[in-house]
């Protein structure tokens, strides 16, 4: 039966890489907040974590990442997300690992964002009502070890977008909807190379079929998203943990042939972590993003006791209007 299963994942792999086809631009792309960094740990990091994902942020960013976890995970974040564009954003994910042994590991991610609430006025600037907008993923994933330096992972996810009450958009837009819902489906590895400490990561995210908000409206592709991520421990000893970290994320939507656009929307991640007797933890990133204007330095950090982390992340840097940022974040392995 473990065969089987390594056998079916090998061919979804498969399957999925002949059917992919790869385009450009971000921002044209629906559900967009599935491209939001979650965890404090890799925001701290500027979001470079494919080539690590030994945590259950691993169900995010790489599920092959899960098959070489050992022990369950459970890890909680929130973030004040954006203040300065809206007061009322947040973003949170839950996350769960758990290996079982001689089968593998499944794992799962709960992600939820939201605008706060929101006043709808009609054509005369009459107020309609006040509603809550939000976008909610649910994913599960499931990762083995095809040799013991590789894993591979899949994963599939349930996508809900809340833009406002039908009656609301029909009394303002003229038209029928207000939410969308679509799946997708993941496919990922993290290969442990004959070089000590160096990994290699890579996934392949959101690949399924576009999202609709109103019955008469165009389809919104999903953002389809490639990662690739190299981890490098440089020390990994009980008393000095130090790991380097680099990412390219590129959101895959309609090519524009023009290779510098494509390069300029194409998001470039580095980072460094050091751990003191796995106690202390300080991070320091740089990520950017040229055609988003998010370009800086980010930081952060953590306090470990035993098997309890949390960590903090900052980002309100990479951004050219005043905001605050923060992700906070609980960790528990058992």
């Given amino acids: 039966m473990k065969g089987l299963i390594k056998i079916t994942i090998v061919l979804i792999f498969i399957i999925t890489l002949s059917t992919l086809q790869l385009h450009g631009f971000a921002s044209e792309a629906g559900a967009i907040f599935l491209t939001i960094y979650p965890g404090a740990r890799p925001n701290g990091m500027g979001g470079a974590f494919v080539g690590l994902?030994?945590?259950?942020?691993?169900?995010?960013?790489?599920?092959?990442?899960?098959?070489?976890?050992?022990?369950?995970?459970?890890?909680?974040?929130?973030?004040?997300?954006?203040?300065?564009?809206?007061?009322?954003?947040?973003?949170?994910?839950?996350?769960?690992?758990?290996?079982?042994?001689?089968?593998?590991?499944?794992?799962?991610?709960?992600i939820y964002l939201t605008t706060g609430e929101t006043e709808a006025r009609d054509d005369q600037g009459n107020p309609v009502g006040t509603f809550r907008t939000f976008d909610v993923a649910f994913s599960l994933g499931y990762a083995t070890k095809m040799?013991?330096?590789?894993?591979?992972?899949?994963?599939?996810?349930?996508?809900?977008?809340?833009?406002?009450?039908?009656?609301?958009?029909?009394?303002?837009?003229?038209?029928?909807?207000?939410?969308?819902?679509?799946?997708?489906?993941?496919?990922?590895?993290?290969?442990?190379?004959?070089?000590r400490g160096l990994n290699l990561g890579a996934s392949l995210q959101n690949i399924g079929p576009s999202i609709q908000?109103?019955?008469?409206?165009?389809?919104?592709?999903?953002?389809?998203?490639?990662?690739?991520?190299?981890?490098?421990?440089?020390f990994d000893t009980e008393t000095n943990k130090?790991?380097?970290?680099?990412?390219?994320?590129?959101?895959?939507?309609?090519?524009?042939?023009?290779?510098?656009?494509?390069?300029?929307?194409?998001?470039?991640?580095i980072g460094m972590e050091y751990t003191y007797f796995n106690l202390l933890t300080g991070r320091i990133g740089y990520f950017r993003d040229s055609s988003g204007k998010?370009?800086?330095?980010?930081?952060?950090?953590?306090?470990?006791?035993?098997?309890?982390?949390?960590?903090?992340?900052?980002?309100d840097k990479l951004y050219e209007f005043p905001t605050s940022n923060y992700r906070f974040s609980i960790s528990y392995s058992f």
């Fill in 147 to 195: 040799s013991p330096f590789l894993g591979l992972g899949v994963g599939a996810k349930f996508i809900y977008s809340y833009l406002a009450p039908p009656e609301i958009v029909e009394k303002v837009l003229h038209m029928r909807g207000g939410t969308g819902i679509s799946w997708a489906v993941d496919i990922s590895a993290l290969y442990h190379t004959p070089i």
């Fill in 294 to 315: 998010r370009i800086g330095f980010t930081y952060g950090g953590g306090v470990q006791f035993k098997n309890l982390i949390f960590d903090i992340g900052v980002d």
């Fill in 53 to 110: 994902a030994d945590d259950a942020l691993s169900t995010f960013y790489n599920q092959g990442g899960m098959a070489f976890i050992e022990s369950r995970n459970f890890y909680l974040m929130h973030a004040n997300w954006l203040p300065g564009l809206y007061p009322g954003m947040y973003y949170d994910i839950v996350s769960y690992v758990n290996p079982i042994k001689g089968w593998g590991t499944i794992g799962g991610n709960i």
């Fill in 213 to 234: 908000y109103a019955q008469s409206g165009n389809k919104d592709p999903l953002p389809r998203t490639l990662r690739l991520g190299i981890a490098y421990k440089l």
């Fill in 242 to 269: 130090l790991n380097f970290l680099a990412d390219i994320t590129k959101v895959v939507v309609n090519w524009s042939g023009d290779l510098k656009k494509e390069n300029e929307d194409t998001w470039k991640s």
